[in-house]
């Protein structure tokens, strides 16, 4: 179950020769990538790598300057904005809104693609908003306040809103960066158990490790490696790239690659005294 | 936390969730429905109870019954009058038949149109650059006004007040435009630039209204400029009200039909081109849309203030954030609360009046204060 042999269909992801520059500074610089059909791919990279760059581009949020982003084979640029918001749907690092608005609220606005004008929300778009919080076990929140969740409320409502566009695609751009490990582990339980092709851009490479079964990594704007973590993640890698010592184990009960960080050589504090001993 | 989602988890994945939840929830959609219907009827009959009520009000003494003569005459219902049973014909004279069909009656309808129209500018005003303290002036366009209005009068261009009013028009088209101009960026219009341009603009406006008043130092255009700045609807008449009405109907409805697409817009722009909306399009549009009918209405009345900044925070408070209750809600309350504001600028201090952006100030500032106050409690 390798990325090529999922993707040869033409389902799935694939960004062609993809760059995008400001100002003269070239932000993501020819990339080349493919998100397998049903999968998670994760993008990982240093800040400023360009990962966020990339993703809007995916979501048409950024124009490229240079390369195409097809979905399940259409091209991206050529779909009405409309259409592409039936096909793709984003979750952002941190939404915010100052409206008094309750969570169903929220998540009905991910019918809006389907809906024209003054078009009332039909028994059937609050049905499907109403699962979508079931799904991400927010059922019994639908008339809580936006004002009155927690960062990782707001992220699961979201993450409903995005469901209710009924996507191909799930653009996820560092999801978990604002969330305590647990709302982290379950929110990304919750993408995975959704099925569909996602590509979440994220900082936690234990995290990437444990739910992506595919891995990007972009350094300076540029795709240097892909592939699944246990080929991807590997000391090499992450000393070349993030610039860090790394030692990549085996997780204990999912298999994963598990990394444990060390800190840089200078200030390494010495070595607790018995563990060193019987090494000598 | 945590341990409340665990406890749903179970329930959610066990039985079919639609089902278990829709009940209570759609029970509650339903009520909001109701709620807001309820509301928008109530705004309707405040909207027409208060035109018959305030056309009564003033120095003339004039009763209801004038009022309904007057009106069924004019609007050929003349038979309708044979219905008002038991209270016998009670025919106004002239004069007064002149006060209520030549002087009330479209002054009334002018505050309506202008406290309708700026309420629902400001509602969309504060959506489209998602920002609390916007209001219909944010771009320039009351002191582009104010400009083109003292160059009419100054240079006697055209002694009438549809002159001063068409130079009130032009000159808040003209500082629209130069705020787009300086605020778009290769045909994209953001936010903060629009803002910032419009504050530019406004500033620059002002200065030039300022430095031609002092060069002429003619105390009548001295006058006619505050009236410009602080808003009157002493002037209303029917040809002005037509075309303000025309435009404020022209313009709601292209808003209404952009209800649903504003509403995306609450989580930012991206979260709104990502749920399929046409940001750029829109913004352009609808901002066009609004400019164009604030400087009809600025032309009506000079730059009335607060209705466009209060009104549709007020309505949000009454009926929740939703574009497709928010802007009818707006336009309607908005107008009734023009119309009693300027009714009680002219009666109160009678037979001297107030200039209706003073009263709309006095009115407007503490509510405005306590408007912060429950938007502070709320996060």
């Given at each position: 179950m390798t990325a090529a042999e999922t993707t040869q269909d033409g389902s799935g992801l694939r960004v062609h020769d993809l760059s995008w520059s400001a100002r003269g500074t070239v932000?993501?610089?020819d990339v080349e990538l493919t998100a397998p059909a049903g999968r998670i791919t994760g993008l990982i990279g240093p800040n400023g790598s360009g990962k966020t760059t990339l993703l809007r581009a995916v979501a048409r949020l950024a124009r490229p300057d240079r390369g195409a982003v097809h979905l399940d084979g259409s091209d991206v640029a050529r779909l009405r904005r409309r259409e592409l918001a039936r096909r793709l749907a984003v979750v952002e690092q941190h939404a915010g809104t100052d409206l008094d608005m309750t969570a169903l609220d929220v998540v009905l606005l991910g019918r809006t693609p389907y809906r024209t004008a003054l078009q009332a929300d039909s028994g059937a778009d609050r049905a499907l908003a109403l699962d979508a919080l079931a799904r991400v076990d927010m059922a019994g929140f639908a008339a809580r306040k936006w004002s009155t969740l927690s960062g990782g409320e707001r992220q699961r409502v979201q993450l409903a809103r995005a469901l209710t566009q009924q996507p191909g695609l799930l653009v996820l751009d560092e999801?978990?960066?604002?969330?305590d490990v647990s709302h982290a582990l379950s929110l990304l339980t919750l993408v995975r158990e959704a099925g569909l092709t996602s590509i979440a851009a994220l900082h936690d490479l234990n995290l990437a490790a444990m739910f992506c079964d595919h891995v990007v990594v972009l350094r300076r704007g540029r795709a240097v490696a892909a592939g699944s973590p246990h080929d991807v993640l590997t000391p090499e890698l992450l000393r070349d790239v993030y610039e860090v010592d790394a030692d990549v184990g085996t997780h204990p009960r999912t298999g994963r690659p598990l990394l444990t960080f060390h800190p840089p050589a200078a200030s390494q504090p010495p070595a607790p005294a018995p563990s060193s001993q019987e090494d000598s | 936390m945590g341990a409340a989602p665990a406890t749903h988890a179970p329930a959610a994945t066990e039985e079919p969730p639609v089902h278990t939840t829709a009940e209570p929830e759609t029970g509650t959609g339903r009520r909001r429905t109701l709620r807001i219907g309820a509301v928008l009827a109530a705004s309707v009959a405040l909207l027409v109870t208060s035109v018959l009520v305030t056309v009564v009000l003033?120095?003339?003494?004039?009763?209801v019954r004038h009022v309904w003569t007057v009106l069924s005459d004019r609007l050929g219902l003349s038979f309708l009058q044979v219905d008002v049973v038991g209270l016998g014909a009670d025919r106004p004279n002239e004069i007064r038949a002149d006060i209520i069909w030549q002087l009330r009656l479209p002054r009334a309808l002018s505050a309506i149109v202008v406290g309708a129209g700026l309420a629902v500018v400001g509602a969309i005003m504060q959506t489209l650059t998602r920002n609390p303290m916007a209001d219909p002036y944010l771009l320039g366009i009351s002191s582009g006004a104010s400009l083109g209005a003292v160059l009419v009068i100054v240079?006697?261009?055209?002694?009438?007040v549809l002159g001063v009013s068409a130079g009130a028009f032009a000159g808040a088209l003209l500082a629209f435009a130069l705020v787009l101009v300086i605020g778009q960026r290769y045909g994209t219009l953001t936010p903060v630039r629009m803002i910032l341009a419009g504050i530019a603009i406004g500033q620059l406006c002002g200065a030039v209204t300022s430095f031609v008043i002092l060069w002429v130092a003619d105390p009548h255009a001295t006058q006619d400029v505050q009236f410009w700045m602080s808003g009157s609807l002493a002037a209303a008449r029917w040809p002005s009200l037509r075309l303000a009405a025309v435009v404020l109907v022209a313009a709601l409805l292209l808003c209404l039909w952009q209800a649903r697409t504003l509403n995306a817009f609450a989580f930012g722009e991206d979260a709104a081109a990502s749920l399929g909306v046409d940001v750029n399009r829109i913004r352009w549009l609808l901002l066009v849309a609004c400019a164009l009918l604030t400087g009809v209405l600025v032309a009506v009345s000079g730059a009335i203030g607060f209705v466009g900044l209060l009104l549709p925070h007020a309505v949000r408070f009454l009926a929740g954030p939703d574009h497709r209750a928010v802007l009818p809600l707006s336009a309607l309350l908005g107008g009734v609360f023009l119309l009693w504001v300027d009714t009680a600028a002219r009666t109160v201090f009678d037979p001297r009046e107030l200039p209706v952006g003073v009263v709309t100030a006095m009115v407007g500032v503490p509510a405005f204060i306590w408007v912060l106050r429950q938007r502070r409690v709320q996060g």
């Open positions: 932000i993501v610089d999801p978990t960066n604002h969330l | 003033g120095q003339a003494d004039i009763s240079g006697g261009v055209g002694a009438g």
